[in-house]
C-alpha cells in the first residue's frame, strides 16, 4: 500500500505565495508521474500540474507562469510552488501518484490540503 501525505495547507492574501509538498511512503514500488489536482466548492476536479519521473512537466492554462512543480525523486516527493495566487486557486489540493509495483501501475490520492487566498 502507498500513502501520500500533503502539506501546506494555509491562508494566503492575494498575490501571495505558498508551496505544497507530497510525500509518497510505503515499499516495494518506484514513483512514475506525480502530480496536483484541486477541487474549488461546488466544482469538478482539475488538474493543476504533472511531472514524470524524468522530469517532464505539464500545467494547467490557468496557472502556467505562476505555478511551478517539481519533484525530489530520492524522496519521493513532489512539490507545487505556487506564486501570485488568485481567489480563483482557491481549493483542496490533492497530490496524485502513479506507481508501479510488479509490472503492474496503481494510481493514490492524497486526502487533500486546503488553500484559501483571501484578503
Known amino acids: 500500500q502507498v500513502q501520500l501525505v500533503e502539506s501546506g495547507e494555509d491562508l494566503v492574501q492575494p498575490g501571495g505565495s505558498l508551496r505544497l509538498s507530497c510525500a509518497a511512503s510505503?515499499?516495494?514500488?518506484?514513483?512514475?508521474?506525480m502530480g496536483w489536482y484541486r477541487q474549488a466548492p461546488g466544482k469538478q476536479r482539475e488538474l493543476v500540474a504533472t511531472?514524470?519521473?524524468?522530469?517532464?512537466?505539464n500545467y494547467a492554462d490557468s496557472v502556467k507562469g505562476r505555478f511551478t512543480i517539481s519533484r525530489d525523486n530520492a524522496k519521493d516527493t513532489v512539490y507545487l510552488q505556487m506564486n501570485s495566487l488568485k481567489p480563483d486557486d482557491t481549493g483542496v489540493y490533492y497530490c496524485?501518484?502513479?506507481?508501479?509495483?510488479?509490472?503492474?501501475?496503481?494510481?493514490?490520492w492524497g486526502q487533500g490540503t486546503q488553500v484559501t487566498v483571501s484578503s
Open positions: 496524485y501518484a502513479v506507481v508501479a509495483r510488479l509490472s503492474r501501475t496503481y494510481a493514490y
Open positions: 510505503g515499499s516495494g514500488f518506484s514513483v512514475r508521474t
Open positions: 511531472i514524470t519521473s524524468d522530469f517532464n512537466t
